[in-house]
């Protein structure tokens, strides 16, 4: 898109550029700053939808290394992988 396509465009869908995209994964990647912007772009902090989606899709994925995390360290410390090597 031109850049006079894009002033036409409302806020709310106005898209974010690679760059944007890669800068705000850098932002929400900083330990605890980021994960509180991360919630609040998530829960409606912005209002650009295109925004608010990726930060709702980066929390997912980040909800779902948690849970990955969990259920590794449960079964590391019940020692099902420490029997199961020996």
């Known amino acids: 898109m031109e ?3 894009l ?5 709310e869908y106005r898209p974010i550029s690679m ?3 890669f800068g705000y994964q850098i932002l929400f990647a900083i ?3 980021g994960f509180i912007i991360l919630l609040v772009f998530s829960f409606g902090g912005t209002k650009n939808k295109n925004l608010r989606n990726f930060a709702r899709s980066y929390f997912c994925y ?3 290394i948690v849970i990955l ?3 590794f ?3 590391y410390s019940f020692g099902i992988i420490n029997k199961s090597i020996l």
């Open 69 to 71: 995390v969990l259920i």
């Open 62 to 64: 980040f909800i779902l």
């Open 19 to 21: 760059w944007g995209y």
């Open 73 to 75: 360290t449960a079964i």
């Open 3 to 5: 850049k006079e396509d």
């Open 7 to 11: 002033k036409n465009i409302p806020e």
């Open 31 to 33: 330990p605890l700053i």
